[in-house]
């Protein structure tokens, strides 16, 4: 598994759950908790309640507040990492930086920025929605500026904020928390918006001791969180089914609408009328991420608070120039600037995922345009299954969608470990078919984002044009094709066994061997019991006993960055036990001691 943010735990725990534990984590950070871990900064909170925000096999009845602080959402995903025992299986500080399919062995290379190399027989990208930060502002002349740059994925909580002239760059969710938190403390603060945002009001009350108490009643939970979902679900059926000529006026009216009742909070919240103007959006609610807080709004009312809607020239040494001439000069920039984001063709970059016949993932998104069966997997892409992928999100919190795609990967996996599979791929015409259906289901929101509101730049329409942010087909829908999708729409294979051979014990032994094809499980034998044994950089061997089937037990393979021991082992000691149970590699994949 990549990653151990909320999806990369979900996935540990499906794992568990369905009895599978030799896999391991890998982790480029230092703690689980994906996003929470990574974001510390001032004011970062949930903005969907508390209650929606967390796994279905893990509620927690004593969330603080309505809207949890950001500290806490992290702990609550150490805890149940811990509750559920996967830290045995986590690798810190382990960054994959390519994936390569080895057709020969049935297996993923995993390669890592530290130069090592894991491989592994099943893959499940975990990486999130938010891949990284936008290192480019796409505002020239950033390395000029003297001052000090601060970024919400990476806030430097040390620097002193007290009295500072501060200017913050972008007006999306992180912005929108940042700004009342910190206007109090600063000495001025200027807020550069190119789109102005759309920021409801968020009573965030502290939830009292007894309604916690009610929240350990068993079922409420769920059942709360279950009507949500229910509403959830017939606005997105209603959206993707409903005929293209109701849906355009229907929305042109909902947006203006909308956009009129904002104005009347605008008025009711902010005093300056040039400002009142300045944050009125002129596109729909749902156009653009919307976001939630009280503050914010009323952070403009402040006297050492501005709204500069002048679009920003470049950068200076000290501070920004706009387009009409002003130098603002600043002691601290923050770069609100937003993410790469797993919906947009860019972010899968050529060489990263290549597949089986040399499929390159970020080739085939740029030709052909974001797709995935059930938006976790591709033909060419075999044993591997994507969280977070093209038209997934189901319009419900966070963790209801991720256990969902969980759920299709570890169902997958667990089918190909009792066929004694060591290969499983979608079918290419279920793929195609799955995308066409969801494609035309998209109509609605590719002429909300690309028609009515082409002029916004929002993430839930990519370069190509596409919304594929968003799955049109209903939350329930979605659970029931992840969990119940036919196994006929997969190909199981069994890599052809080789015939027994004596188990060698010099160093080099593990020589090329002839290629075989793979076989439609149910053809094969098992593979027959052997010696086998894995070898880390370092040289260390480890000779263990082949158990019976030859793909009855491998999950995660082992990690041999440069000098190290195997990672799986190391921690669970699941590498070499996994490595025994296979086949016999055709060919040696490499100095570093891949198995
Ligand atoms: C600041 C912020 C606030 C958010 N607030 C909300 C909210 O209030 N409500 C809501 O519904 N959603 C919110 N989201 C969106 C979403 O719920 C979170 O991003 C959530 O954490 C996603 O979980 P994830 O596991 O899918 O991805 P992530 O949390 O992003 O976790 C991915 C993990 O993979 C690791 N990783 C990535 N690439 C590699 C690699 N190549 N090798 C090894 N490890 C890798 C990362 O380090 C990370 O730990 C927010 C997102 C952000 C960024």
Redesign the pocket.
């Known amino acids: 598994m990549?990653?151990?943010?909320?999806?990369?735990i979900a996935a540990g725990v499906k794992l568990k759950k369905a009895g599978i534990t030799d896999f391991a984590i890998?982790?480029?950070?230092d703690e689980v908790g994906?996003?929470?871990?990574?974001?510390h900064y001032p004011g970062?909170e949930?903005?969907?309640p508390s209650l929606a925000?967390q796994y279905s096999f893990a509620r927690n009845p004593n969330w603080s507040r309505l809207f949890a602080p950001g500290a806490e959402v992290k702990r609550y995903h150490v805890e149940v990492a811990r509750r559920f025992g996967l830290y045995p299986h986590l690798h810190f500080g382990?960054?994959?930086?390519s994936e390569e399919w080895d057709e020969d062995n049935h297996r993923w290379k995993l390669h890592l920025a530290d130069g090592g190399t894991i491989t592994a027989r099943f893959v499940i990208s975990?990486?999130?929605?938010?891949?990284k930060p936008k290192e480019d502002p796409g505002i020239p002349g950033l390395a000029e500026y003297r001052g000090k740059i601060q970024r919400?994925s990476d806030w430097d909580d040390e620097y002193d904020l007290a009295g500072k002239k501060v200017a913050i760059i972008g007006t999306g969710?992180?912005s929108v928390q940042i700004t009342p938190s910190i206007a109090p403390r600063v000495g001025s603060l200027s807020v550069f918006q190119r789109t102005p945002v759309w920021c409801v009001p968020k009573p965030n009350p502290r939830i009292p001791r007894a309604a916690q108490l009610i929240l350990h009643t068993p079922g409420l939970q769920a059942a709360t969180h279950g009507a949500v979902l229910v509403a959830v679900d017939l606005l997105l059926r209603v959206m993707s089914n409903a005929p293209m000529a109701l849906v355009r006026p229907t929305m042109r009216t909902v947006d203006a609408v909308a956009i009129a009742g904002y104005q009347g909070l605008l008025r009711t919240m902010v005093r300056d009328k040039a400002t009142r103007a300045g944050l009125t959006p002129n596109y729909g609610p749902i156009a653009k991420r919307p976001t939630a807080n009280t503050g914010y709004l009323l952070a403009f009312n402040r006297d050492n608070v501005e709204l500069v809607t002048t679009p920003i020239e470049r950068f200076t040494e000290t501070g920004i120039r706009t387009v009409d001439g002003t130098n603002h000069e600043f002691d601290m920039i923050v770069l609100a600037t937003g993410?790469h984001v797993f919906s947009d063709p860019e972010t899968y970059t050529p060489g990263m995922v290549v597949g089986e016949d040399g499929l390159d993932l970020g080739k085939f998104y740029a030709e052909h345009g974001l797709q995935a069966y059930e938006s976790v997997s591709l033909p060419s892409l075999p044993n591997r299954w994507t969280?977070?992928g093209p038209y997934s999100w189901t319009g419900s919190?966070?963790h209801a969608f991720?256990e969902m795609t969980a759920d299709h990967a570890v169902r997958a996996i667990a089918e190909a470990r009792r066929r004694g599979a060591t290969f499983v791929a979608v079918r290419r015409d279920a793929q195609e078919s799955y995308h066409r259906t969801i494609y035309a289901h998209s109509e609605a929101m590719r002429f909300y984002l690309a028609e009515l509101n082409a002029h916004v730049p929002t993430y839930y329409r990519n370069s190509q044009g596409d919304s594929t942010y968003i799955r049109p087909t209903g939350f329930f829908r979605a659970r029931r094709g992840h969990r119940r999708f036919p196994f006929s729409d997969y190909r199981f294979e069994l890599l052809r066994p080789r015939p027994a051979v004596e188990a060698d014990t010099t160093p080099d032994a593990v020589a090329d061997e002839a290629a075989s094809g793979p076989l439609p499980v149910g053809a094969a034998a098992p593979a027959k019991p052997r010696a086998a044994r894995t070898k880390s950089a370092s040289g260390a061997k480890s000779a263990t006993a082949a158990k019976t089937s030859a793909a009855a037990k491998a999950t995660a393979g082992a990690k041999t960055p440069a000098g190290a021991k195997s990672a799986a082992g190391r921690k669970s000691g699941t590498a070499a036990k996994s490595t025994a149970a296979e086949p016999k590699p055709r060919r040696r994949t490499g100095s570093n001691g891949d198995a």
């Open positions: 990549i990653g151990a943010g909320p999806g990369g890998l982790e480029r950070a994906g996003s929470w871990h990574e974001n970062l949930v903005d969907i925000y382990t960054e994959v930086v975990a990486v999130g929605a938010f891949i919400p969710a992180s993410y969280l977070v919190g966070w991720v």
